[in-house]
C-alpha cells in the first residue's frame, strides 16, 4: 500500500483538521487506529508538525469533505506523476583527470593486440568515445606522434578482470571468427590471447608449427621450380 510522505505528521494534520474518523486516518497513513488515537490524547507524535496533505498535492478538499460525510468511504492518495524511478540509471566510466591523457595509448594497445574488440566494447572499457578510437585507428589523432600501445590495466583505466571478460566476449561474437579467416590477425592476437588465458599455450604451438609447415612446403615448390628453370 502506497503511504503519504509523512504519514505521521499527515496524520497530525487531518486530526487536528478533520472530523475524519480514526480508522479512516489510520488507514490513509498506515497507522494503527490506537496510534491516531494517540495522536489526537497528544500522548502520540507530540512535538510533531502536523503535514497538510491538500498542499502536498496527496489529497483533495473534495475527497476529505466525502469522507467526512461517509465514514465508510476511504481517503484516496493521488499519486505524483513526477515521480522519478527507483532504478538508478547508469552513469558513466569516471576516469581521473590525471589519466585521461593515457587513454589514447590504452586504445592503441587495444587495437594493436585485441582487434577483436568492437570500438563499444573498447569505449566501455576505457572510457573514451568511438571518435577517439577512430582517430586512433586512422592515425589523425591531434598527438599521434606520442601515442605508444600501452597496457589499459597498467595505467590504471580498466580492472584485469573486466579486460578479460571483454577479450572473452568479443571472440565469442561473430565478428572474431570473420576475422578468423586471416591468419594474420590470428597470429598478433595469440600471444596476447595466452597471457590472459583466452588462448591454451598448446593450441598456440600447433598453429605456428602449422603455420611453418606451410611455410617449408612453399619454400619446396620455390626451389622445385628454380631447378625446372635451369
Known amino acids: 500500500m502506497t503511504l503519504p510522505l509523512m504519514p505521521q505528521a499527515t496524520a497530525v494534520w487531518l486530526v487536528e483538521n478533520t472530523s475524519l474518523s480514526f480508522q479512516q486516518v489510520g488507514d490513509f497513513c498506515g497507522l494503527h487506529v490506537l496510534e491516531v488515537q494517540g495522536i489526537a490524547d497528544e500522548e502520540v507524535a507530540t512535538g510533531i508538525k502536523g503535514k497538510n496533505p491538500i498542499a502536498s498535492g496527496e489529497l483533495t ?105 571483454a577479450i572473452s566476449k568479443a571472440r565469442r561474437s561473430s565478428r572474431w571468427k570473420e576475422m578468423q579467416a586471416n591468419s594474420e590477425i590470428i597470429k598478433d592476437t595469440n600471444d596476447s590471447g595466452i597471457k590472459y588465458g583466452l588462448v591454451k599455450k598448446e593450441d598456440h604451438i600447433e598453429n605456428a608449427q602449422s603455420n611453418l609447415d606451410n611455410e617449408n612446403i612453399n619454400n619446396l615448390f620455390d626451389e622445385i621450380a628454380n631447378t625446372n628453370e635451369t
Open 61 to 165: 478538499i473534495e475527497n476529505i469533505r466525502e469522507c467526512e460525510k461517509n465514514n465508510k468511504k476511504p481517503l484516496i492518495l493521488i499519486k505524483s506523476s513526477n515521480t522519478t524511478s527507483s532504478k538508478k540509471k547508469k552513469s558513466p566510466r569516471y576516469t581521473p583527470l590525471s589519466r585521461r591523457q593515457d587513454r589514447p595509448n590504452a586504445i592503441s594497445w587495444v587495437l594493436k593486440f585485441h582487434p577483436e574488440m568492437s570500438d563499444g566494447q573498447i569505449s566501455k572499457l576505457i572510457g573514451t568515445t568511438k571518435f577517439t578510437i577512430n582517430q586512433i585507428r586512422e592515425r589523425t589523432h591531434w598527438n599521434i606522434a606520442n601515442v605508444s600501445p600501452k597496457d589499459p590495466v597498467m595505467l590504471g583505466l580498466c580492472k584485469q578482470n573486466d579486460l578479460s571478460a
